[in-house]
């Protein structure tokens, strides 16, 4: 028998807290000494926590290993975190307050978080720290939409931070599209009316939300890493924008439609002449 929602909460919450207090100095000190472990130990912590806390992810598509990489995906929920971290061996691109967080803002930095400030009188120096991270040879996960959705449909692109990467084009940028789509709980549809209980948006209250998600049972998502692009391919920040969008947009319909997935449009400029960097979706 499945234990309720009470207990369930309280076995999460210790099981989490076993796992992450730990691991926090560890991480710390392989930052340090710039251990090669320092990249691989957060995925790891984020499968672990997908385990505890009833995360099933179905993985699309193959993941880009070229360095840099800049990951583009949907925004959903805190949830998103664990379920790109456990898929991804990179950083987040978070909202500055995020730092200021207790325990969530030192995990954003022990992952080396890049935090921005999206107020137009600092997106340069954001955009030039994004820059310099890709040029480093980074992998980086953007959420573009700037703030999460209702897991339903892609809110706009906030375009201007692709400009990092346009600058930045010379480098053979890799860009690759990622939709994340919440589908089922515990192996049954997560509908409309469902679907709030996981997507955390507007005004909704952290705690009480996180609380009531904690109670909850298997939660199965979908994620599908679309063919990636060369940022150099694109004309401008905004093409480059809108064809994540378009490709994002259209994953995260075909997931929770249940149909195939419409092919991508191709880019606006021909890619230049080099080894391929996009991996084919499977369609079953």
Same mark, same amino acid.
């Given at each position: 028998?499945?234990?309720?929602?009470?207990?369930?909460?309280?076995?999460?919450?210790?099981?989490?807290?076993? =796992? *992450? /207090?730990?691991?926090?100095?560890?991480?710390?000190?392989?930052?340090?000494? @710039?251990?090669?472990?320092?990249?691989?130990?957060?995925?790891?912590?984020? @499968?672990?926590?997908? @385990?505890?806390?009833?995360?099933?992810?179905?993985?699309?598509? *193959? !993941?880009?290993? *070229?360095?840099?990489? =800049?990951?583009?995906? &949907?925004?959903?929920?805190?949830?998103?975190?664990?379920?790109?971290?456990?898929?991804?061996?990179?950083?987040? %691109?978070?909202?500055?307050?995020?730092?200021?967080?207790?325990?969530?803002?030192? =995990?954003?930095?022990?992952?080396?978080?890049?935090?921005?400030?999206?107020?137009?009188?600092?997106?340069? &120096? +954001?955009?030039?720290?994004?820059?310099?991270?890709? +040029?480093?040879?980074?992998?980086?996960?953007? /959420?573009?939409?700037?703030?999460?959705?209702?897991?339903?449909?892609?809110?706009?692109?906030?375009?201007?931070? /692709?400009?990092? %990467?346009?600058?930045?084009?010379?480098?053979?940028?890799? !860009?690759?599209? %990622?939709?994340?789509?919440?589908?089922?709980?515990?192996?049954?549809?997560?509908?409309?009316?469902?679907?709030?209980?996981?997507?955390?948006?507007?005004?909704?209250?952290?705690?009480?939300?996180?609380?009531?998600? =904690?109670?909850?049972?298997?939660?199965?998502?979908?994620?599908? /890493?679309?063919?990636?692009? &060369?940022?150099?391919?694109?004309?401008?920040?905004?093409?480059?924008?809108?064809?994540?969008?378009?490709?994002?947009?259209?994953?995260?319909?075909?997931?929770?439609?249940? @149909?195939?997935?419409?092919?991508?449009?191709?880019?606006?400029?021909?890619?230049?002449?080099?080894?391929?960097?996009?991996?084919?979706?499977?369609?079953?």
């Amino acid at each position: 028998m499945p234990p309720s929602g009470s207990v369930l909460r309280l076995v999460r919450v210790f099981a989490y807290c076993a =796992l *992450t /207090f730990p691991l926090m100095p560890v991480q710390a000190l392989l930052l340090l000494l @710039r251990s090669p472990l320092a990249e691989r130990l957060p995925r790891t912590y984020h @499968r672990l926590v997908c @385990r505890i806390l009833g995360i099933v992810i179905e993985r699309r598509g *193959t !993941v880009s290993l *070229t360095r840099p990489t =800049l990951f583009v995906a &949907n925004h959903t929920s805190y949830l998103d975190i664990e379920i790109l971290g456990a898929s991804i061996p990179g950083s987040f %691109v978070s909202k500055a307050d995020v730092d200021g967080w207790p325990v969530f803002g030192w =995990l954003a930095r022990l992952q080396r978080t890049v935090f921005i400030d999206r107020k137009r009188r600092s997106i340069r &120096n +954001q955009r030039d720290a994004l820059n310099a991270r890709l +040029q480093a040879g980074d992998r980086l996960i953007l /959420f573009p939409e700037g703030t999460s959705g209702d897991g339903q449909r892609l809110l706009p692109f906030k375009s201007a931070l /692709f400009g990092a %990467v346009m600058e930045a084009a010379g480098h053979d940028i890799t !860009v690759q599209p %990622v939709s994340v789509a919440y589908l089922r709980l515990d192996g049954m549809p997560l509908g409309r009316s469902y679907r709030p209980l996981f997507a955390w948006y507007g005004d909704m209250a952290l705690a009480p939300h996180l609380w009531t998600m =904690l109670g909850l049972g298997r939660l199965g998502v979908r994620v599908t /890493f679309h063919p990636a692009v &060369n940022a150099a391919a694109f004309a401008s920040r905004k093409a480059l924008a809108e064809h994540c969008a378009a490709v994002i947009a259209g994953g995260l319909s075909a997931a929770l439609t249940g @149909r195939e997935m419409v092919a991508p449009a191709p880019p606006p400029l021909a890619p230049p002449a080099a080894p391929a960097l996009a991996d084919a979706v499977p369609t079953s």
